[in-house]
């Protein structure tokens, strides 16, 4: 039985920072969920400024052209293995 009002939230961090905290089964009614799938959704992004020295922004540079992407897409890529590897370390 849902009984409660979803608030008005001010941005998406304070959506999620309620959610964290709440559980939704006291809000939404999920007998009546169905199941559907967001094919062009992209996760929220933040730009963030980083400083790098020129040298190896030209690097990153020279094998992103090798790879045929943007040299932001692929240091993201590579990022994203880095973080991969150090979280799965044992």
Do not use: C, G
Not at 7 to 27: A, M, Q
Not at 31 to 60: C, G, N, Q
């Amino acid at each position: 039985m849902v009984n409660k009002q979803i608030p008005k939230f001010k941005n998406e961090d304070d959506e999620r920072k309620f959610w964290e905290t709440h559980d939704s089964t006291e809000f939404i009614n999920w007998t009546h969920a169905k199941k559907i799938t967001f094919s062009k959704l992209k996760p929220s992004v933040k730009k963030i400024s980083l400083r790098l020295p020129e040298a190896m922004l030209e690097e990153l540079k020279l094998l992103a052209n090798k790879r045929d992407v943007p040299y932001q897409s692929l240091l993201k890529i590579f990022l994203a293995e880095r973080i991969e590897k150090e979280l799965h370390r044992v």
